[in-house]
């Protein structure tokens, strides 16, 4: 079997600058780069729900809008797969089965997931799938059989956390899960670009994130490029027009 990559984007908002300069226009490459066999890049609507459970129609509108987003930056869909994560119920079963494979201890110790929650200021009151989140990737991930992901330095742990859980299920039932590895961006750009409050990592759902072009003026964006000295830009423009599916 061929190399399998597998990555992906929450749609609660339009993609932003920053995850063309940390993610899209690498995914590009490596779709055409003919290294991998299969490529998957998954619309995680039902992992966005965990934190926007009470803003459905958010998650639902931004689908398309993702999906677009894909097609505009050069993810071609007759060299790679563009799947919508909740289409996919065998995803969510896998994760309640992987559930018993690891302890809330080492979910509550996962530092990507402390770094969110903080973030997000839930405090106590965390919900039960967001703390869940990286089971849910460890699901994604396993049932594509990728051994390859792209992430940035922040997202390890949630890899390593997968890995554990991979290891855990082939020491139980033989070797059977594919033990992915980390495809780390080597731009330094990528590592953590900046928010536009200077606070965090540019976020669409901590809305301190720079949005595509279509969004802002030409002089705007500019005077935006001279500013944080980025390069080979995209044009996010919505030339191609998807048919709508309910979800």
């Known amino acids: 079997m061929g190399k399998i990559i597998l990555t992906g984007d929450r749609p609660t908002g339009r993609l932003h600058v920053g995850h063309y300069v940390g993610s899209l226009r690498n995914r590009v490459m490596l779709q055409n780069s003919g290294k991998f066999e299969k490529l998957f890049f998954m619309i995680a609507d039902a992992q966005a729900l965990t934190d926007n459970f009470d803003h459905p129609q958010k ?86 059989m990728a051994d390859t992901v792209p992430v940035g330095e922040d997202q390890l742990p949630m890899l390593e956390q997968a890995r554990e859980i991979v290891r855990r299920f082939n020491e139980l039932y033989g070797e059977t899960l594919v033990e992915p590895t980390a495809l780390l961006p080597d731009n330094a750009a990528c590592l953590r670009l900046p928010g536009t409050d200077g606070k965090a990592k540019m976020s669409k ?39 709508s599916e309910p979800t």
């Open 205 to 243: 759902s901590l809305g301190n994130c720079m949005p595509g072009l279509s969004k802002l003026s030409v002089s705007a964006w500019a005077s935006a490029i001279m500013k944080n000295s980025f390069s080979n830009l995209p044009l996010f423009c919505n030339t191609t027009r998807l048919r």
């Open 59 to 144: 998650v639902r509108e931004n689908i398309m809008q993702v999906a677009l987003d894909y097609l505009s930056c050069g993810i071609d869909p007759a060299k790679s797969t563009i799947l919508v994560q909740s289409h996919i119920s065998e995803l969510t079963e896998l994760t309640f089965y992987y559930m018993n494979l690891v302890t809330l201890a080492r979910l509550e110790r996962n530092p990507t997931v402390k770094a969110e929650i903080q973030l997000r200021g839930f405090n106590h009151s965390i919900p039960m799938g967001f703390l869940t989140y990286p089971v849910s990737q460890t699901a994604d991930i396993t049932a594509f």
